[in-house]
């Protein structure tokens, strides 16, 4: 079982580059692969990015391509989502997610992830 905490949400203004944090609370979140996906009000829940368990392969959505950077730091049980170039439409609750690595291509189906955090929020005011 994994426990995950998000922080680092919240009001974003001009010029102002979160960085998400979820945190783990037990030693199999090292051998998970980890993602984050995001869901706006009135809409589905949206894949975002993964990171594998090595920390060596990522995949974005095209939506946040060049703007945001997963990364993983495994002996902190940390997962890091740091996101640049924000727009309003980039307004949600961000969740990240864990689960043991699986065969195939489909990185951003949340079907694939067994644990989920609780979600922080974040808000791009234009």
């Known amino acids: 079982h994994v426990q995950q905490v998000e922080s680092g949400g919240g009001l974003v203004q001009a010029g102002v580059s979160p960085r998400l944090s979820c945190a783990a609370s037990?030693?199999?979140?090292?051998?998970?692969?980890m993602g984050w996906f995001r869901q706006a009000p009135g809409k589905g829940r949206e894949f975002v990015a993964v990171i594998n368990v090595s920390g060596g392969s990522t995949y974005y959505a095209d939506s946040v391509k060049g703007r945001f950077s997963i990364s993983r730091e495994n002996a902190k049980n940390t997962m890091i989502l740091q996101m640049t170039s924000l727009t309003p439409e980039d307004t949600a609750v961000y969740y990240c997610a864990a689960g043991p690595p699986r065969g195939g291509s489909n990185w951003f189906l949340s079907g694939r992830y067994d644990y989920w955090g609780q979600g922080t929020q974040v808000v791009v005011s234009s």
């Open positions: 037990c030693r199999p979140y090292r051998t998970y692969d």
